[in-house]
């Protein structure tokens, strides 16, 4: 688990292989499902959720799990739905899941609605996914103060926050100085992705194509992968054209 939240995506699995040695327990059984989605076999995720559904041992962190193997694969509306009935049955922490998968929708007033309607617990997650919705909302000065709560928590996700805003400024020399700290996860793809189109604005297009390359590879988020694919091709097209 601790790996997992660090991104060491290939460190997780060879912890949850050395603990599986010793009992196959629906725990393991869930972790593996939420590896294979990462490692982008979401087949295999979906039948090992399934079948712990089906031998009557899928816990309430199976059925999160099930969410977040849709969320990552983008059927946001099937997450949410999943996520949903966590949340009728008592588990307040879906809120906050709901809330992140509308701000990777680009759902930003319905976000901020959920939000301000539901009592969310308050995390760091919490306050880097509102900031993500305010900042859809062009609330700049809400953002940047959780920008800053981040970075005073050693959060590094205030960076990809603070990163933004000033691209949004146009100061992009210096929001790539924030950008390129974040390094794993959703931010770190999510940085990549804004690294590169900055990189294309200043017309350092090999530049931008190694970031767009990697955001497209990096596994948490299906809407960037493909964001960051069509940002590659439509810059080979250009220097195709430019040859004609």
Not at 102 to 120: D, P, Q
Not at 192 to 197: K, R, S, V
């Amino acid at each position: 688990k601790r790996a997992l939240s660090w991104g060491n995506i290939k460190g997780a699995l060879r912890a949850l292989d050395l603990g599986m040695k010793f009992g196959k327990t629906p725990e393991h059984i869930n972790y593996l499902a939420l590896l294979s989605s990462l490692l982008g076999k979401s087949s295999l995720a979906s039948y090992l959720i399934a079948n712990l559904k089906k031998r009557n041992l899928a816990s309430q962190r199976s059925l999160e799990i099930f969410g977040t193997i849709e969320e990552i694969r983008g059927n946001g509306r099937n997450a949410i739905a999943i996520f949903g009935e966590l949340l009728k049955s008592g588990k307040n922490e879906a809120g906050m899941h709901i809330l992140r998968v509308l701000a990777k929708m680009g759902m930003y007033e319905t976000a901020y609605n959920f939000y301000n309607s539901r009592k969310i617990p308050e995390n760091n997650t919490v306050k880097f996914y509102l900031g993500e919705v305010l900042l859809g909302l062009g609330n700049l000065k809400e953002v940047e103060k959780l920008g800053k709560e981040l970075l005073e928590m050693g959060d590094e996700r205030g960076n990809l926050i603070i990163g933004e805003i000033l691209f949004k400024k146009d100061e992009n020399k210096t929001a790539l100085d924030y950008l390129k700290k974040v390094k794993v996860g959703y931010a770190g793809q999510k940085a990549h992705l804004l690294i590169g189109n900055i990189y294309a604005i200043l017309g350092e297009y090999e530049e931008a194509e190694r970031y767009w390359e990697t955001a497209s590879k990096m596994p948490y988020d299906k809407i960037l992968s493909s964001r960051a694919a069509k940002n590659l091709q439509n810059l080979k097209t250009f220097f195709v054209n430019l040859k004609k």
